[in-house]
């Protein structure tokens, strides 16, 4: 069956330093991936979107990596602020339903002064 | 630009009743809204997908009877929970998509908590 994981429940790093979140999947064909923000009580808030022929894309201070090979996407938070944390969604869209997005579990990261 | 809005932000409402959710797209035009369902410390899990002057598209396990969704206009899609139970109890969070943007991306309302008791 289809399946999207983010390995970490919680991720809890220095603030300055670099935050990496992983996600995983298995049995898609991913047309692309998206990561998003969502603090608690709040609707998921869009960061990046990074389709399967791309292997990078940054955003200021965001940089995500697709690996298609690999089924993993990883993100990567550098010179983190404690204003960054929050839980990190991983969606993806498949070429089968690419209208669609299905979550993954989030990663929730706490970043400590 | 792209804000989504959700009305009420939070309902109370009696077991057996039935409870409706709007979900606006302020300024843009939505041909295709998501309608979204989370539990605590879970992710989000897509109910159904509703496209402007047609019927929604239900996800495996969604009862459609249940969760009535209207999408009457590119801006204005709403939910309505039927014969409420307490185990409807979530966070229900609407998504649209930009139509003239053309683009993959899904705006986000702000969600609503319902409680049933």
């Known amino acids: 069956s289809q399946k999207i994981e983010q390995n970490s429940e919680a991720l809890n790093i220095q603030e300055g330093k670099t935050a990496t979140l992983t996600c995983n999947y298995t049995?898609?064909?991913?047309?692309?991936l998206q990561w998003y923000r969502q603090d608690p009580g709040r609707g998921p808030v869009f960061l990046l979107l990074?389709?399967?022929?791309?292997k990078e894309k940054r955003k200021e201070r965001l940089k995500v990596t697709f690996d298609t090979t690999l089924k993993q996407s990883l993100f990567h938070i550098t010179a983190s602020q404690p204003a960054d944390s929050a839980t990190y969604l991983c969606?993806?869209?498949?070429?089968?339903?690419?209208?669609?997005?299905?979550f993954g579990s989030g990663t929730r990261l706490s970043i400590r002064p | 630009g792209a804000v989504v809005s959700q009305h009420p932000s939070w309902v109370i409402c009696k077991s057996g009743t039935s409870v409706k959710i709007e979900c606006r797209s302020l300024?843009?035009?939505?041909?295709?809204m998501f309608w979204y369902r989370q539990f605590p410390k879970q992710s989000l899990m897509l109910m159904a997908t509703?496209?402007?002057?047609?019927?929604?598209?239900?996800e495996q396990g969604v009862e459609k009877d249940k969760f009535l969704i209207n999408h009457a206009s590119l801006t204005l899609s709403t939910l309505t929970v039927t014969s409420a139970h307490p185990e409807d109890s979530s966070f229900y969070i609407c998504?649209?998509?930009?139509?003239?943007?053309?683009?993959?991306?899904?705006?986000f309302g702000p969600g609503t908590r319902l409680t049933v008791t």
């Open positions: 049995n898609y064909s991913p047309a692309y």
């Open positions: 998504s649209a998509r930009d139509r003239d943007r053309g683009g993959d991306e899904q705006y």
């Open positions: 990074i389709r399967e022929n791309e």
């Open positions: 509703s496209n402007e002057g047609s019927k929604a598209t239900y």
């Open positions: 300024d843009f035009q939505a041909t295709t």
């Open positions: 969606a993806l869209a498949s070429y089968s339903s690419a209208s669609k997005i299905i």
